[in-house]
């Protein structure tokens, strides 16, 4: 019997507390309400300076800087704008080996994040027109570089995502470069939550094999291409049960294969050979989604009334995961559908 199968898609629901969108740190283009002490639009503030609202300076600190004012406080210069507002700051200080600055911030543990940000930089006073800068954030760190070799400011946009881990986060920027080569400047710095859309489902039918052995005995799938008996090995199975269904996504829409199964003694050793049973073509439903967001899959055999039942529930930690369903062998037509749930 040839069963008619449907994909449906829909959305369940959100993490809460979050808007998608909005920039989750405080001043994040390093604005003062007033001059706050600059002289030209310059100002230097040591590591451990709370001096620039909502960022705390590490290591040496950082330089502090209206690129159309000056970029030292000495000369009255103007070399551009900043990306955003009117300051931007430089991480290399001026004299001294390592600057940087961070900021913590509220997340959801799971959620993904996007780090927007733009590096500056300006032939000027010897330097070079290049910079560097390290950036992390929870467990993701990432170097950036940027380049301008003309006397009037250029910026330049990058951005990386990350999966939080708790419910503070905190975002570091920081360079080695040498102050009196190099300027990396920063400005513009957002982080956004990146909320999950309705997830993508796909099916496709992959043989079923029903290997009956020993619970939690692991054993080897092998399989031939007839007429050429040759073994090449498929896969590794600890049976949960002494009857298991596994599934050859190697070979989609088609059943071309003889299988085999034995025994896993070691590396170099295969036991006794177990029975094995080609089931028929079985369909795998592909869930593509949101890494670290919890899915959803359900089925039903009719639209009228709908009765959705679960076929599988799960977090992704890549973006696809595939489910599948042996129930379709007791029904003529059977419709699919996947929740995003938070």
């Not at 808007?19 to 283009?29: H, K, P, R």
């Not at 489902?201 to 291409?225: D, F, M, R, W």
């Not at 896993?264 to 369909?283: D, F």
Request: hydrophobic share 35%; charged share 10%; aromatic share 14%.
């Amino acid at each position: 019997m040839k069963t008619k199968l449907y994909c449906l898609f829909t959305m369940l629901g959100f993490a809460a507390g979050l808007v998608s969108g909005q920039n989750l740190l405080i001043n994040g283009s390093f604005e003062f309400p007033n001059t706050n002490g600059t002289i030209y639009g310059y100002a230097y503030f040591p590591g451990g300076s709370n001096g620039i609202p909502g960022w705390t300076t590490i290591l040496n600190g950082v330089e502090y800087g209206a690129p159309s004012e000056s970029f030292d406080g000495k000369i009255q210069t103007y070399h551009g704008v900043a990306e955003d507002g009117t300051y931007a700051i430089d991480l290399p200080p001026l004299t001294f080996t390592g600057g940087g600055i961070q900021q913590t911030f509220p997340t959801v543990a799971g959620d993904t994040y996007a780090v927007d940000f733009y590096m500056g930089n300006v032939v000027y006073a010897g330097r070079d027109g290049s910079g560097t800068l390290t950036v992390s954030v929870a467990n993701v760190t990432n170097f950036f570089a940027f380049t301008n070799l003309a006397a009037f400011e250029q910026w330049g946009a990058r951005s990386f995502n990350f999966t939080a881990v708790s419910n503070l986060t905190t975002l570091t920027f920081w360079s080695f470069d040498d102050p009196a080569a190099h300027f990396s400047q920063l400005d513009n710095v957002s982080v956004t939550l990146l909320q999950a859309g309705p997830p993508v489902l796909a099916i496709n039918l992959y043989p079923g094999i029903q290997i009956n052995g020993t619970s939690g005995q692991t054993y080897v799938l092998e399989y031939s291409t007839p007429s050429d008996t040759n073994l090449v090995q498929l896969q590794y199975i600890t049976l949960p049960t002494p009857s298991n269904l596994v599934y050859d996504v190697t070979s989609p829409g088609t059943i071309t294969k003889a299988y085999r199964a034995f025994q896993y003694l070691s590396s170099s050793t295969l036991g006794s050979e177990v029975p094995v049973n080609v089931v028929g073509l079985v369909p795998g439903i592909q869930l593509i989604g949101a890494a670290g967001h919890n899915y959803t899959i359900q089925y039903t055999d009719s639209l009228s009334p709908t009765n959705w039942q679960s076929l599988s529930n799960f977090t992704l930690t890549t973006s696809t995961s595939t489910s599948f369903d042996p129930g379709t062998s007791v029904t003529k037509q059977r419709y699919y559908r996947g929740l995003l749930v938070y």
